[in-house]
């Protein structure tokens, strides 16, 4: 009665321990003075805790084309590095169910029946034991780690937290993913409003080829003015098949991210101007905590905080309690006989007394790591504040830029009509005329890797604060759009 009331005692003494954990307490790695603005917006922006799991919806929606929507969702389905991540993420998730398991008692059952012979020379064998004899065996057993030092909880905690950041890896893989596929149809786009570009400046050439021919018969033109629109005719189309090589390369790279096969795959040109969203008020003050990433990088550190306590806990005792309990008898006859009965019940202590420094090391080791995932936070949101910025100025720049080079197209456009009525009229050579067109091509040209650039920017700002907004919530830069237009109608 004594040794099981000192049994107990030691189990509640136990259990009381059980609360302990020689893991530090957490805090999330300190971080530079925080701006109350993004230099290039003047948008507030709040510290608040990541928001990761905020649904971000069909951010893709904001440019209003229904085959962007189609390829986006193709990627969501079919795209293998998602699948990849996805994996990943399912993998963390069940190395956190195999940590929980150590949290609870484990239970089994034992059936042995077997048939033996023992040797004719075994140590002190009595003289009347049989050579040959049966034992059979059932019961069962159970046995749980007390989990004094909090090693077990440690590790489910860094479980967790790895779970969690395998999580935000996933939603950033999608994220990255879907930015990268919307940026591709953007420069997709871009080069079949080239090639428009390009063909109707072939007519002209080829026009103005035929002009300069019949002048050329007439008397009125020189040779040399015919060789010059020969060559310039002959540029503008190889201009055509380089534009043609590059969109293809893009259309390839549209295949591999949703999953097609290259050969089997094809997007039929569109030349309409896609609509340039604008950044809604106070989208860096509540998105920029949204980032997948910054998420993943906090669990990490939070996970590596945890393994502190796991290292530590090797210095402790590992305490365990078991028991079992049974049958056995030399035939399976009256097996379950209360005389045949066996049982056992008693914790287990183990301490390393002496392990060549291994547990110290280890300990160091686990400092290391989080002194790594520290510094690997803070420098993912560093990134996440330059990547904000550089697309904010990229935005407004490339706006400005915009413009400028519209005017630059309309006047280029003018200087080309006043060469090209010189030109019949006799007062000027074919020269005056090839320079206005190679302007106005160069012009017109640039103006689309403009435009191409303020939307491939529009969607990196949006991968860079962590997702999208949906149409409501955001404007259209009505005056970039208009002026496009206007310039491709002129065309």
């Given at each position: 009665?004594?040794?099981?009331?000192?049994?107990?005692?030691?189990?509640?003494?136990?259990?009381?321990?059980?609360?302990?954990?020689?893991?530090?307490?957490?805090?999330?790695?300190?971080?530079?003075?925080?701006?109350?603005?993004?230099?290039?917006?003047?948008?507030?922006?709040?510290?608040?805790?990541?928001?990761?799991?905020?649904?971000?919806?069909?951010?893709?929606?904001?440019?209003?084309?229904?085959?962007?929507?189609?390829?986006?969702?193709?990627?969501?389905?079919?795209?293998?590095?998602?699948?990849?991540?996805?994996a990943r993420y399912d993998t963390a998730r069940a190395y956190e169910s195999q940590l929980q398991s150590g949290l609870f008692p484990h239970f089994g059952v034992l059936a042995n029946p077997i048939r033996a012979?023992?040797?004719?020379?075994?140590?002190?064998?009595?003289?009347?034991?049989?050579?040959?004899?049966?034992?059979?065996?059932?019961?069962?057993?159970?046995?749980?780690?007390?989990?004094?030092?909090?090693?077990?909880?440690?590790?489910?905690?860094?479980?967790?937290?790895?779970?969690?950041?395998?999580?935000?890896?996933?939603?950033?893989?999608?994220?990255?993913?879907?930015?990268?596929?919307?940026?591709?149809?953007?420069?997709?786009?871009?080069?079949?409003?080239?090639?428009?570009?390009?063909?109707?400046?072939?007519?002209?050439?080829?026009?103005?080829?035929?002009?300069?021919?019949?002048?050329?018969?007439?008397?009125?033109?020189?040779?040399?003015?015919?060789?010059?629109?020969?060559?310039?005719?002959?540029?503008?189309?190889?201009?055509?098949?380089?534009?043609?090589?590059?969109?293809?390369?893009?259309?390839?790279?549209?295949?591999?991210?949703?999953?097609?096969?290259?050969?089997?795959?094809?997007?039929?040109?569109?030349?309409?101007?896609?609509?340039?969203?604008?950044?809604?008020?106070?989208?860096?003050?509540?998105?920029?905590?949204?980032?997948?990433?910054?998420?993943?990088?906090?669990?990490?550190?939070?996970?590596?905080?945890?393994?502190?306590?796991?290292?530590?806990?090797?210095?402790?005792?590992?305490?365990?309690?078991?028991?079992?309990?049974?049958?056995?008898?030399?035939?399976?006859?009256?097996?379950?006989?209360?005389?045949?009965?066996?049982?056992?019940?008693?914790?287990?202590?183990?301490?390393?007394?002496?392990?060549?420094?291994?547990?110290?090391?280890?300990?160091?080791?686990?400092?290391?790591?989080?002194?790594?995932?520290?510094?690997?936070?803070?420098?993912?949101?560093?990134?996440?504040?330059?990547?904000?910025?550089?697309?904010?100025?990229?935005?407004?720049?490339?706006?400005?830029?915009?413009?400028?080079?519209?005017?630059?197209?309309?006047?280029?456009?003018?200087?080309?009509?006043?060469?090209?009525?010189?030109?019949r009229e006799g007062i000027v050579n074919y020269l005056e005329v090839v320079t206005a067109q190679t302007a106005a091509l160069s012009a017109e040209r640039s103006a689309e890797t403009i435009r191409t650039r303020?939307l491939q920017a529009s969607v990196d700002l949006i991968r860079a604060l962590g997702g999208g907004w949906n149409r409501e919530q955001s404007g259209v830069d009505t005056n970039a759009t208009a002026q496009a237009?206007?310039?491709?109608?002129?065309?």
């Amino acid at each position: 009665m004594i040794r099981a009331d000192r049994l107990f005692a030691g189990v509640a003494a136990a259990l009381l321990l059980g609360g302990c954990s020689l893991a530090p307490t957490y805090h999330t790695p300190s971080l530079p003075p925080m701006p109350a603005t993004f230099k290039e917006a003047g948008t507030a922006w709040r510290v608040a805790s990541p928001a990761d799991q905020t649904p971000r919806g069909d951010w893709w929606s904001v440019y209003s084309d229904s085959t962007l929507g189609q390829l986006e969702s193709k990627l969501d389905a079919d795209n293998p590095s998602l699948a990849a991540a996805l994996a990943r993420y399912d993998t963390a998730r069940a190395y956190e169910s195999q940590l929980q398991s150590g949290l609870f008692p484990h239970f089994g059952v034992l059936a042995n029946p077997i048939r033996a012979r023992q040797s004719d020379n075994r140590p002190l064998r009595g003289s009347n034991e049989p050579n040959e004899y049966d034992s059979d065996t059932v019961g069962v057993s159970a046995s749980y780690d007390l989990d004094l030092w909090g090693r077990i909880r440690n590790e489910v905690g860094q479980g967790r937290a790895l779970s969690d950041a395998a999580k935000a890896d996933l939603a950033n893989a999608k994220l990255s993913l879907e930015a990268q596929l919307a940026d591709d149809y953007v420069r997709l786009r871009g080069y079949d409003i080239q090639a428009g570009i390009l063909d109707d400046t072939l007519q002209a050439y080829q026009r103005a080829l035929t002009l300069t021919e019949n002048r050329h018969a007439g008397g009125i033109a020189s040779g040399l003015d015919v060789s010059r629109a020969q060559a310039q005719l002959h540029d503008a189309q190889a201009q055509v098949t380089d534009v043609q090589a590059q969109r293809a390369l893009v259309e390839h790279a549209i295949a591999s991210l949703v999953g097609v096969p290259a050969s089997s795959f094809s997007l039929a040109p569109e030349r309409e101007q896609l609509d340039v969203p604008v950044t809604p008020i106070g989208v860096p003050s509540t998105l920029l905590e949204r980032r997948p990433d910054i998420a993943a990088a906090e669990r990490r550190v939070y996970a590596a905080n945890a393994g502190i306590g796991v290292a530590r806990a090797a210095f402790f005792p590992d305490l365990s309690l078991s028991g079992s309990y049974g049958f056995q008898n030399t035939g399976l006859s009256n097996l379950l006989a209360i005389g045949n009965r066996f049982w056992a019940l008693g914790p287990l202590a183990t301490l390393d007394l002496f392990d060549g420094g291994l547990r110290r090391a280890e300990v160091r080791e686990a400092h290391a790591e989080f002194a790594e995932a520290s510094a690997d936070y803070r420098q993912t949101v560093l990134g996440a504040f330059r990547e904000v910025e550089d697309d904010l100025v990229l935005l407004r720049d490339l706006g400005v830029e915009a413009g400028q080079e519209d005017e630059a197209v309309q006047a280029a456009q003018k200087t080309q009509s006043i060469a090209n009525n010189r030109y019949r009229e006799g007062i000027v050579n074919y020269l005056e005329v090839v320079t206005a067109q190679t302007a106005a091509l160069s012009a017109e040209r640039s103006a689309e890797t403009i435009r191409t650039r303020r939307l491939q920017a529009s969607v990196d700002l949006i991968r860079a604060l962590g997702g999208g907004w949906n149409r409501e919530q955001s404007g259209v830069d009505t005056n970039a759009t208009a002026q496009a237009n206007t310039a491709q109608k002129a065309q």
